[in-house]
């Protein structure tokens, strides 16, 4: 890491490493809805406004398709999809074009592009505005999926994430765009798939991606003098880094993993299943795997905080975990 | 006006489409589906030949897709639909890639990866065929994108059918295209059927031509049983995108002379079949090229038994080919099967 570092936000971040990107590679370009007039992105857009940043129609297939062709022709597209919600409405050029031409083609295209969402919940915006659909990605082979927690790794993995060869989803969280925190000043990069330990514990092994990593961090804290919590973000669900949980699992036995998402076929259940075939005799207890209810997301706050995982169910869980056997 | 193509290219024009009739043709009888009307067990017939999986068939549209790609350069992009050899044989690709493709063969254009639906090459601008009816649109938008971003004068052509017209990704690419002015050219194959499903009714008006204007995008009807008319109205639209002018929408009238898949059996309907076969594009082609002088019909035999001998050798080529091995297979990196 480098020596010296600056602050920014979590949207701040992610733009920056496109603005490094864009300037260091002429080929790299964003593409969206809406990205011209958005507040934070006013720098982006001033700089690259005659060629690199083109605001779309509402036409996510369109674009995105659009995105998928450019990437097969000596292009870099980041294409922006306003929210996580609307990844439903192109689908196709995602998982039928951009996830499958690599190998369709017999090697012979590559499709180097990012697609950028936020998901997440917790924003009041009721069943079409509120979802963590990154299990979709996972399962859909030729697809990398990457969710950062902090402005650091919100940096390094997408400057990672645009020059990898074949397409990435990248999921931010829109309840850590404000966010702050340091960022290593130059060129910054975090690869994909190589987990992170956010914690330092000895009893059990939270593994948490993008906005539940800082819940696992508050339970963590709440349970000082209890439990010693490890909290491990794999910040790449594909590829993920098995190793790292299982080197934690090594020493702590227990596992406990949170996701945003609703629980039923998600990405934790794909860690648990990775973990079982790969380190089941260093588990010591029972596996639990908390997430959203599986349920559409209500509009009202008291229904929507119900929905979704908190720190207190954490640190009961925590505790049950730690409890058993 | 669009200069006439030289004695040279005009044969090579009539080449190309005895290469694709010859090739769907041959890629019919060796079509698992025949197979197993022959008794045949699985292992027997793959290694015979077989062609296995779906097989569409454009037996008919040869002077729709050959017309197009002589108005194109060999670096301009092509994406194409699920019934595509005659799009990549159009565009210069090679029968016995093709064949050893179909055949699911290592030497296939897409290392049989692809198959019939999914020949892609590079070097001919082929950006794949597309077993999502409709997903090719856009990525031809984005190659014409990418050719106006690096500041080249490549083209790129999206050819779709009458089925392709009624996705969404039709109305989102063209409006995108006409807005960004992007060098792409909309090449509607109107065959008059979405699988078996008539167009009378799924098109809401007669021409999809006509829904070009909705965008600001000249729409233009050309009869694509004729190739010389193809070629003129792509070679305006090539034109008039290499300018920097835009889009063209061609709705080319044509027909499929057999049914939707290599293993479908009646064609939908015998009367109108027999219509259009008067109007053959290869017949007409080979009319207009004896009226003009550019050829004498011994040629044109001559010509007839060299592509069927090339075809020939293309099977022989293909069931001569190994099949690909597991760990050849090109997956993305950094990722565990």
Request: glycine fraction near 10%; charged fraction near 25%; charge should be negative.
């Amino acid at each position: 890491m480098s020596a010296t570092t600056h602050e920014l936000s979590y949207a701040d971040a992610i733009s920056e490493a496109i603005r490094e990107e864009m300037a260091r590679d002429e080929t790299v370009f964003s593409i969206g809805e809406d990205i011209g007039g958005v507040k934070d992105r006013k720098n982006l857009w001033d700089q690259f406004r005659e060629r690199r940043v083109w605001q779309t129609p509402i036409s996510e297939s369109g674009f995105t398709g659009l995105a998928v062709g450019a990437a097969m022709t000596g292009l870099r597209p980041v294409a922006v999809i306003m929210y996580c919600d609307f990844m439903t409405v192109c689908m196709d050029p995602i998982v039928n074009q951009a996830a499958k031409v690599h190998l369709m083609s017999g090697g012979r295209f590559k499709v180097p592009m990012v697609i950028r969402t936020p998901g997440g919940a917790g924003t009041r915006e009721a069943g079409q505005h509120s979802q963590s659909l990154e299990s979709w990605f996972v399962h859909t082979p030729g697809l990398k999926v990457v969710m950062p927690s902090s402005p650091s790794d919100a940096k390094g993995l997408m400057k990672s994430a645009i020059r990898e060869d074949g397409p990435v989803v990248y999921i931010q969280h829109r309840l850590l765009g404000g966010i702050k925190g340091e960022v290593p000043d130059g060129d910054w990069l975090v690869p994909l798939g190589k987990a992170e330990v956010k914690r330092k514990g000895e009893d059990v092994t939270v593994v948490a991606t993008s906005f539940a990593v800082h819940k696992a961090l508050e339970a963590a804290e709440e349970l000082v003098g209890e439990v010693s919590v490890e909290v491990v973000d794999p910040r790449s669900l594909v590829p993920l880094d098995i190793e790292t949980i299982l080197e934690s699992l090594s020493k702590t036995g227990r596992l406990l993993v949170v996701q945003d998402a609703p629980t039923r076929g998600g990405a934790g259940a794909e860690i648990v299943r990775q973990v079982c075939e790969h380190g089941f005799d260093l588990l010591r207890g029972p596996v639990r795997v908390l997430g959203g209810l599986n349920t559409p997301m209500p509009f009202s706050a008291p229904l929507e905080d119900r929905c979704l995982v908190n720190t207190s169910q954490i640190v009961e869980a925590v505790r049950e975990i730690c409890n058993s056997r | 006006m669009t200069m006439e193509p030289d004695h040279d290219k005009l044969v090579e024009m009539l080449r190309r489409m005895h290469r694709i009739r010859f090739f769907e043709q041959k890629a019919k009888t060796l079509y698992d589906y025949e197979y197993r009307l022959r008794g045949d067990d699985e292992e027997t017939a793959r290694a015979k030949g077989v062609i296995e999986g779906a097989l569409h068939l454009a037996i008919g549209h040869e002077g729709t897709e050959v017309g197009t790609c002589a108005a194109l350069n060999d670096d301009d992009y092509v994406t194409s639909s699920h019934r595509g050899h005659g799009h990549a044989i159009a565009k210069g690709a090679d029968s016995k890639l093709m064949m050893a493709e179909l055949m699911g063969r290592e030497t296939g254009y897409s290392r049989g990866c692809g198959g019939s639906m999914h020949i892609f090459d590079p070097d001919l601008g082929l950006m794949g065929g597309n077993g999502i009816v409709g997903g090719q649109i856009p990525l031809a938008a984005g190659g014409a994108f990418s050719a106006l971003y690096r500041g080249t004068k490549q083209v790129a052509v999206a050819f779709f059918s009458d089925g392709a017209s009624n996705q969404g990704t039709f109305h989102e690419t063209l409006n995108m295209a006409s807005l960004w002015r992007l060098p792409v050219i909309f090449l509607c194959e109107n065959n008059l059927y979405a699988a078996s499903t008539p167009s009378t009714i799924t098109l809401s008006i007669p021409d999809i031509a006509d829904r070009g204007a909705g965008y600001g995008i000249p729409g233009v009807v050309v009869d694509g049983q004729d190739i010389m008319a193809v070629f003129e109205c792509v070679s305006a639209a090539v034109s008039r995108a290499r300018a920097g002018e835009g889009p063209t929408l061609i709705e080319s009238k044509t027909y499929r002379f057999l049914p939707h898949t290599a293993g479908g059996s009646e064609h939908n309907n015998p009367g109108e079949l027999e219509e259009w076969l008067k109007r053959d594009p290869i017949l007409l082609f080979e009319s207009w090229l004896l009226e003009r002088g550019h050829m004498t019909s011994d040629d044109q035999s001559g010509l007839r038994q060299e592509v069927e001998d090339e075809i020939e050798a293309a099977e022989a080529f293909g069931k001569a080919s190994l099949f690909p091995k597991f760990e050849n297979m090109p997956t993305p990196s950094g990722v565990e099967l």
